[in-house]
Nanobody
Framework: QVQLAESGGGSVQPGGSLTLSCAAS????????MAWFRQAFGKEREGVAS???????NYADSVKGRFTISRDNAKNTLYLQMNVLKPEDTGMYYC?????????????????????WGQGTQVTVSS
C-alpha cells in the first residue's frame, strides 16, 4: 500500500530556511502527482506546491519565489525547500499523492483531495 512519511520540520526564526522530505513507497509512478499541503491552527488546509511526473510544478501565491518542490526518483523522496520563512508559514505540513490534477493541484479521480497522505511534520516560524 502507499505510504508517505514526512520529516524535516522544526522551529526556525523568520528569514530562516528548512527542507522537508517525504519518503514515498508502494505507489504507481505512472502519472503520479505529489504535493505539499499545510494547515495552520484554526485554518483550513491549503495547497503549498505540487509536482507531476512530467515535471510540472504549481505553487501557492504566498510561497512563490521562496519555496521549491523537487523529487529524487532514485530515493522515492519528495522535497520542499523553504527559504525566507515567515511566521505565517507556521503549520503542519503534509505530503500527499494521487494520479490526477485539477487547477494545478493533485486530486483524486473525482477532483477531490488526494487519496494518500502522510502523518505531517510541524513547522514553526517564530522569533
Amino acid at each position: 500500500q502507499v505510504q508517505l512519511a514526512e520529516s524535516g520540520g522544526g522551529s526556525v526564526q523568520p528569514g530562516g530556511s528548512l527542507t522537508l522530505s517525504c519518503a514515498a513507497s508502494g505507489y504507481d509512478r505512472r502519472g503520479v502527482c505529489m504535493a505539499w499541503f499545510r494547515q495552520a491552527f484554526g485554518k483550513e488546509r491549503e495547497g503549498v506546491a505540487s509536482l507531476t511526473v512530467e515535471g510540472y510544478t504549481n505553487y501557492a501565491d504566498s510561497v512563490k519565489g521562496r519555496f521549491t518542490i523537487s523529487r529524487d526518483n532514485a530515493k522515492n523522496t519528495l522535497y520542499l525547500q523553504m527559504n525566507v520563512l515567515k511566521p505565517e508559514d507556521t503549520g503542519m505540513y503534509y505530503c500527499a499523492l494521487d494520479h490526477y490534477m485539477s487547477g494545478g493541484w493533485c486530486t483524486d479521480a473525482l477532483g477531490r483531495s488526494p487519496n494518500y497522505w502522510g502523518q505531517g511534520t510541524q513547522v514553526t516560524v517564530s522569533s
